[in-house]
């Protein structure tokens, strides 16, 4: 139908008749109440919601990288403000592709993703002990995706901490209707400077979100003061891995891909994180790398993290596809000039198609992981000199 019209000269009626079907595969969800049709109903909330109105700063954003301004010791004096207008710009696009978890996990073979994203929430929880009379602190909570599944599953109150205003609108819309805000709360501020009061927290945990971190040792210090004494912590850090070579052009691309399309200010060696807690204050448990450990133990029942990013076809996963997020730009970018979503929409996409693509090699060749998991303890009585460390020690980035 639409080849007919276009060869009829009807250039009019053809652009009309895709932004009906557009609408119509957007409304299908209201009246089939079918999961796998309510995935393409998030589309229209994809380039109609408020916040869209400020994707023209994409511009700004990405002078950070590739302008005057775009080193590493610049984005990490401005990472406040860069992150603030990073998650501006990409949340609807993150809801709309991946949901309200923005974050990765191992997967099994048969394992249904958001299942995967699930059970990687409730280890976690599990391993800091989480149980129904603590109060907990998500570190970079995003919109409370995993906030509230892991409330729901360990019974314990959490608090979510975010530097985003629209997000946690987002985040407190789903607690209402999930009726989670008897056990979920949400306070805006600084990671790198809460308004927490000392020992407030029997526990904390982070989940692929301290990487926006300009300062590893100084937000450390922040979650160590505001976690009580024998505390545990658990982290999932984003890292370059053992098989990085900075040397390597190639591989250099990479991180900085990576670096681009995800808001950071640079990306460090798994030990720069071991070493920055440990200058915090804070005792190691365990260290390891989830992803490695998955693959040696699971073997061919595993199922990287990077593989919703690869090119396969599933109907639920095609949005995480290559050619699934490059459906989604052209969308993004034909209902642009239709004026329908704002100038920058489309520079916003295709940024996230970049940062998901380095995403991918990163993690094929082996030289990236986001999850270099972290778990760390509170002493009960800090140890000597410990507090002097953390407020001087300098850790050097990778």
Same mark, same amino acid.
Request: hydrophobic letters at 40%; aromatic letters at 14%; glycine letters at 8%.
């Given at each position: 139908?639409?080849?007919?019209?276009?060869?009829?000269?009807?250039?009019?009626?053809?652009?009309?008749?895709?932004?009906?079907?557009?609408?119509?595969?957007?409304?299908?969800?209201?009246?089939?109440?079918?999961?796998?049709?309510?995935?393409?109903?998030?589309?229209?909330?994809?380039?109609?919601?408020?916040?869209?109105?400020?994707?023209?700063?994409?511009?700004?954003?990405?002078?950070?990288?590739?302008?005057?301004?775009?080193?590493?010791?610049?984005?990490?004096?401005?990472?406040?403000?860069?992150?603030?207008?990073?998650?501006?710009?990409?949340?609807?696009?993150?809801?709309?592709?991946?949901?309200?978890?923005?974050?990765?996990?191992?997967?099994?073979?048969?394992?249904?993703?958001?299942? /995967?994203? =699930?059970?990687?929430?409730?280890?976690?929880?599990? *391993?800091?002990?989480?149980?129904? $009379?603590? #109060? +907990? !602190?998500?570190?970079?909570?995003?919109?409370?995706?995993?906030?509230?599944?892991?409330?729901?599953? /360990?019974? =314990?109150?959490?608090?979510?901490?975010?530097?985003? *205003?629209?997000?946690?609108?987002? $985040?407190? #819309? +789903? !607690?209402?209707?999930?009726?989670?805000?008897?056990?979920?709360?949400?306070?805006?501020?600084?990671?790198?400077?809460?308004?927490?009061?000392?020992?407030?927290?029997?526990?904390?945990?982070?989940?692929?979100?301290?990487?926006?971190?300009?300062?590893?040792?100084?937000?450390?210090?922040?979650?160590?003061?505001?976690?009580?004494?024998?505390?545990?912590?658990?982290?999932?850090?984003?890292?370059?891995?053992?098989?990085?070579?900075?040397?390597?052009?190639?591989?250099?691309?990479?991180?900085?891909?990576?670096?681009?399309?995800?808001?950071?200010?640079?990306?460090?060696?798994?030990?720069?994180?071991?070493?920055?807690?440990?200058?915090?204050?804070?005792?190691?448990?365990?260290?390891?790398?989830?992803?490695?450990?998955?693959?040696?133990?699971?073997?061919?029942?595993?199922?990287?993290?990077?593989?919703?990013?690869?090119?396969?076809?599933?109907?639920?996963?095609?949005?995480?596809?290559?050619?699934?997020?490059?459906?989604?730009?052209?969308?993004?970018?034909?209902?642009?000039?239709?004026?329908?979503?704002?100038?920058?929409?489309?520079?916003?996409?295709?940024?996230?198609?970049?940062?998901?693509?380095?995403?991918?090699?990163?993690?094929?060749?082996?030289?990236?992981?986001?999850?270099?998991?972290?778990?760390?303890?509170?002493?009960?009585?800090?140890?000597?000199?410990?507090?002097?460390?953390?407020?001087?020690?300098?850790?050097?980035?990778?």
């Amino acid at each position: 139908f639409f080849f007919v019209l276009e060869k009829m000269g009807c250039a009019k009626y053809f652009c009309v008749s895709i932004l009906v079907v557009f609408i119509a595969i957007a409304l299908a969800p209201l009246t089939l109440q079918s999961d796998t049709m309510a995935m393409y109903g998030d589309a229209f909330n994809l380039v109609t919601s408020n916040v869209n109105s400020g994707r023209n700063r994409i511009f700004d954003y990405s002078n950070y990288w590739y302008g005057e301004t775009g080193t590493v010791e610049e984005r990490a004096s401005n990472a406040q403000t860069l992150t603030n207008h990073y998650y501006d710009l990409v949340t609807d696009f993150f809801e709309y592709g991946w949901g309200q978890s923005f974050h990765f996990a191992p997967r099994f073979l048969g394992e249904a993703f958001d299942a /995967s994203l =699930a059970r990687h929430e409730y280890w976690l929880a599990t *391993k800091i002990g989480l149980r129904p $009379g603590f #109060k +907990a !602190l998500d570190v970079g909570c995003g919109v409370g995706g995993p906030m509230r599944a892991i409330a729901r599953f /360990s019974g =314990a109150n959490i608090v979510g901490l975010n530097n985003n *205003k629209y997000q946690i609108g987002r $985040g407190e #819309k +789903a !607690l209402k209707m999930e009726s989670l805000d008897n056990l979920c709360s949400f306070s805006h501020g600084d990671f790198m400077n809460m308004s927490f009061d000392d020992n407030t927290f029997d526990a904390a945990y982070a989940i692929e979100a301290t990487c926006h971190a300009p300062d590893k040792v100084g937000v450390y210090k922040e979650i160590y003061r505001v976690v009580k004494p024998g505390g545990l912590v658990g982290l999932y850090e984003w890292v370059m891995t053992d098989q990085y070579n900075s040397s390597d052009p190639a591989e250099h691309a990479i991180k900085l891909g990576i670096e681009h399309g995800d808001s950071l200010p640079t990306l460090p060696h798994w030990s720069v994180v071991v070493d920055a807690v440990q200058a915090a204050g804070f005792e190691v448990v365990e260290h390891f790398d989830v992803a490695e450990q998955a693959s040696k133990s699971q073997k061919s029942f595993n199922v990287p993290w990077y593989r919703p990013l690869e090119p396969h076809f599933t109907l639920t996963g095609f949005k995480h596809t290559p050619p699934g997020r490059l459906f989604t730009a052209y969308m993004v970018r034909f209902m642009e000039f239709l004026g329908v979503a704002p100038a920058g929409s489309y520079a916003t996409a295709m940024m996230l198609e970049d940062g998901a693509h380095n995403l991918m090699l990163g993690g094929q060749q082996e030289i990236f992981t986001p999850m270099y998991w972290v778990l760390i303890r509170k002493p009960m009585t800090p140890k000597k000199g410990a507090a002097a460390a953390a407020a001087g020690a300098a850790v050097p980035e990778a």
